[in-house]
Each structure stands twice: as structure tokens, then as C-alpha cells.
């Protein structure tokens, strides 16, 4: 996700999202699979540090790996991302905009 649209596009939807998960099974594969049966697709959407800085002025590291997934369905979703320590993307991008 590299342009305003891509993160637009993550913000409307307020996809659950994870800061800093690393590639592969024990990380954005596996909160993927953790998450499975409240997705709207198999699609890992990733935002680098270095994008959220040209876009927002912030001084994350250019390689910080923000992983983000489009649900379908709440459920259980709401508890799950507090007991996993996932955020919305829009929140996340909203308390950037605010600090």
C-alpha cells in the first residue's frame, strides 16, 4: 500500500490491523490464519513506515511492516483484536493525524 487511495481504501474499510509483524507462518501468515474465518479475503495488505511518513509526517522506521486484513463479519472480532493487540486502521491513522 503505497499511495493515499491504497491507504483510503484501508481506512473506509477499518481494516483490523497489526504494526510491526515480520513475514512469513509466525507472522503476517499466521495472524492471517488466526483470523480466517472473519475475512473478507485471503488478501495481506502491507504499509511500510516509509509510505506513512511521506503521507503523515511521522518518523517510523522506512521498513516498519504495518499489516492490515479486510474482515466481513464482526463475531467475535472486537475482543479478539484487544486480546491480540491489533488496532483499526482508521484509528491508528486517526491518532496519527491527532499527535
Known amino acids: 500500500m503505497k499511495t493515499e487511495k491504497n491507504l483510503k481504501e ?5 481494516a483490523i490491523t497489526m504494526i510491526g509483524l515480520t513475514e512469513g507462518e ?3 501468515l499466521a495472524f492471517k490464519e488466526f483470523l480466517r474465518e472473519y475475512l473478507e479475503d485471503e488478501t495481506i495488505f502491507i504499509t511500510e513506515g516509509i509510505t506513512l511518513n511521506k503521507y503523515y509526517g511521522t518518523d517510523f522506521k522506512d521498513d516498519l511492516r ?19 493487540g491489533a488496532k483499526w486502521f482508521d484509528d491508528f491513522i486517526n491518532n496519527l493525524i491527532s499527535n
Not at 10 to 14: A, C, G, N, R, Y
Not at 66 to 84: A, C, Q
Open 10 to 14: 484501508l481506512i473506509d474499510v477499518s
Open 26 to 28: 509466525n507472522g503476517d
Open 66 to 84: 504495518i499489516v492490515s486484513l479486510k474482515y466481513n463479519t464482526f463475531g467475535r472480532l472486537p475482543t479478539i483484536r484487544l486480546e491480540i
